[in-house]
């Protein structure tokens, strides 16, 4: 079942009911969904004569309710009706009292009723698995307790029964915030914190404090009240409501017990009473620190008081009691102080660690707010006026600037900039704080600094401005030295050696003798590949002719073009690594993980494949036609060739289109059966389909060394997939046989993709030719419109899902364009590489790609592997290193044709 609490009062307050014909609307609109709830289940009664003995919801059983839950959401809407019939009365009451007696009898008949079924609802849902649902459902049979208990005026029972629904409201957005770090999504808590702050503030509190002041126990403390009476026995039905929280966050239901609280606090010569038994007992526990204490706890924890007395502030208005006003103002000035000292603490002691490990890390924005928090602190009410605190709080702000420039000198000295650090010192001399200055005040909260700390600071204040004086009047006279080599037995006198602890290690440099560089190119050298040395001869070089002068430009020529390929290739991996690297984490992120939680509070997925490949063959398609126009003209001249030509190169692209539009569906429908990383593995194996292709549709015969690689890497995949065959998750069923098939499958047509896009380079004609831009943005085109077009036909519905998802989870489009991107940008570097190279080069360069997403898989996404799954990994990229041994080794033979 949905989320009951969502489906009827947050249904409820988002329509923004304010009139009774807004309520007779919605009751309407919840008339139409039972009927077609009681159709779709066959609750519908047919023959009205004697109903009651004939009709079927009232019949409705636990094993209906755990066969289909749409059985108790036809109860639940039920109830839900009737308690929007109560509220349009209510509501026409508010404006007329005409037939007032009885129309308040058809209310309270309507919230028994209500009541009724959500007592029904309570016993199907008795083996709910789901702890939240059930306290939902308690919680909304309470809220109509309540209702109905104002109504009659039955004050025990509403407090009772509003208690239950404070706390229970409470346990439910606590857990729905613990949720929010999993995977429900910040927008899942806002909403259920929005729906609690609405019942509390306009309906729950505002009902307790009715009942209490007509049995005359008005209490300033709510949340206390609703602790201590959710415990009475008046309303056994709705008991079950506590044995849950009990059970996961007992501390929402513990009493709080007045006689050990504190009633005031005491600050700076005011007293000031508490008046929220909250309040105090959280300041009680605030006030227990110790040396172990986390200060981001305490700072959070403050923090939390501040809202409590804030929200208390605002709903006990007492500005015509001046003494209760008074008393809350200082209250307020006595957290808000507490919270920044904690705050304090917490930068200085990160300051401390930072400065204890001898690690470089800027501290100064650490300081600087340390001194905004002492400017917050000399705005607080009281402060002003209170002469002494005021000027302390001056001194501790100098103080803690002065500590912060000196950090800011120590960073001059240790750049040898020893004028500016001197500088430093000098201005902070002239505003130096004395030491009676500085202990009018004895301590600040949680010892931010004492007499010692400033006793200290001062002490190490003057050996550092001598020894910063020093460096720079040291400084000062070294410059009339000159160079070393001219004054080489002049050394600068009256200063202090320093013996090192260990002795320097001399290494040497990595440099380029210049005029070496350049006899290098004019002189020949052996370099041992003769059995003996010849003799140098003295007479000049005999005069170079015509022809060696011409082969030498050409030599110089050819080296420089093989250098302008280097240079290109290079720039092509490392981009394309950047760029698919960042495009793997993406595709796992959308095909693996979870966006949010559905009404039954399971993990949902993004599940529409087709989307995204649709997404990103047009974000590729444009991003190509970019790329073709700045760098090759306009790609569609390929088809203003002679006709026949035309028509080929037509037959080329719808062939390497389907191939391609086929094999990534294919490959993402995989993943439900294998995990991501058997994908990734399988997909680095693209040598076996390409070798494969070409065995089968050619002939070719390759190298023993290939057929060895081919083993090695099926051998791996093997290994990996096998070693986890029976795995079962939320996001693949185990069933690893059928994966590997359809992964297969995709990687046949991987290859098929890559063998006909070297013939198309191969096999070119005409006028216009096909370069790697063109393909790109051609390819794509054909790719985004096969797709679309399959899509609109036959997978409609998966457009009309993604709309959804990117509604509920916005996230989703987000990770979507950017796949688009990277993976279109990726592939300007594919088509450059297969242009330029060949489809090996490229296979190569996207393999080792592939190793390093899966290790970013694993140290990102946190996956375990096991020792065989590693062996398999080893084996898959041991493959394909020996691949690049041999090819390493020299020139292969090339694959011959049958």
Known sequence: MDSPLNTTIGVRMNAYLTSPDDFRKQRKRINKRIAKLRHDLGLVTRDTKQYKTKEKTSGITVQDYEKDPNYGLVLLLTAERDVLYALEIKNTLEISNEHGAGQKNLMVSRLKKALNTSKKILELAQNEASALVRIELYIFAALIQGQLS??????????????????????????????????????????AETLEKELVDNVIDPSLNLALSQM???????????????????????????????????????????????????????????????????????LKTDENTDYDILGTNWSNVLDIHSQDIERNNDEDDMEKSQNRAILLTYIKYNLLFASMKRDLLIIDDITSSKTYRNVVPFYDNIITITQDLKELPGVYNDEELHQSLEDLEKYFNAKKCIYVANLYIATNKYAEALTIYLSLKDDFITEEQFTKFEEFPYNITSNIDFEKYAQDFNAKFLHAHALA??????????SIVENSNKFQTGLELVDL??????????????????????????????????????????????????????????????????????????????????????????????????????????????????VQALFASIIGLVYSSATHGNPFLIFTNQKLISLQYFKWFLLISITSSLSSPLGY??????????????????????????????????????????????????????????????????????????????????????????????????????????????LNLFVFVLTAAYTAVFKSSELTYTLDFVHKYPEVLTNILAFAVFGSVGQVFVFVILEKFDSLVLITATVTRKMLSMILSVVLFGHNLTGVQWLGVGLVFGGVGFEGVKKAQGPSVKPKKE
Not at 473 to 482: M, T, Y
């Open 216 to 286: 005359d126990a008005r209490a300033v403390d709510i949340k206390s009240v609703s602790r201590k009476h959710c415990h009475d026995e008046n309303l056994p039905y709705l008991s079950p409501t506590i044995s849950i929280i009990k059970a996961q966050k007992p501390d929402l239901v513990s009493e709080i017990s007045s006689t050990e609280l504190i009633d005031s606090i005491e600050w700076r010569g005011h007293e000031a009473q508490i008046y929220n038994d909250e309040v105090a007992y959280n300041i009680m526990a605030l």
């Open 669 to 778: 429908e995989s993943l439900k059966h294998v995990d991501y990383l058997a994908y990734l593995l399988a997909k680095s194996c693209k040598l076996i389909p390409v070798m494969l292709v070409h065995l089968v549709m050619y002939g070719t015969r390759f190298p023993v060394f290939k057929y060895v690689v081919a083993g090695l890497v099926t051998a791996g995949v093997a290994v990996f997939t096998s070693s986890h065959t029976s795995l079962k998750t939320s996001i693949n069923d185990g069933k690893t046989g059928l994966g590997m098939a359809q992964l297969i499958g995709s990687m046949v047509l991987d290859g098929l993709t890559n063998l006909t896009q070297d013939q198309l380079f191969k096999s070119q004609q005409g006028t216009h030719r096909v370069t790697g831009a063109s393909l790109m943005c051609i």
């Open 501 to 614: 602890a260990t002795p320097p290690k001399i290494h040497s440099i990595l440099s380029k003798p210049v005029l070496f560089d350049i006899s290098y190119n004019y002189i020949n050298y052996d370099l041992g590949r003769s059995s003996s040395a010849a003799p140098v001869s003295t007479s000049p070089a005999p005069q170079t002719s015509a022809e060696d002068q011409d082969g030498k430009k050409r030599g110089a020529t050819v080296s420089m073009k093989k250098q302008g390929l280097l240079v290109t290739l290079v720039f092509c991996v490392a981009g394309l690594y950047g760029s698919f690297l960042s495009w793997s984490v993406l595709q796992e992120r959308i095909n693996t993980k979870p966006y949010g939680i559905d009404g039954s509070y399971e993990p949902e997925y993004f599940k529409a494949p087709l989307v995204v490949n649709i």
């Open 473 to 482: 009047h040291n400084a000062l006279e070294s410059k009339d030295i000159g």
């Open 150 to 191: 104002v109504t009659k005026k039955q004050w025990e029972l509403a407090r009772t029964s509003y208690s239950i629904a404070r706390v229970g409201l409470e346990f439910w957005t606590a857990v729905q915030k613990e949720g929010e770090k999993e995977f429900q999504g910040e927008d899942v808590f806002e909403a």
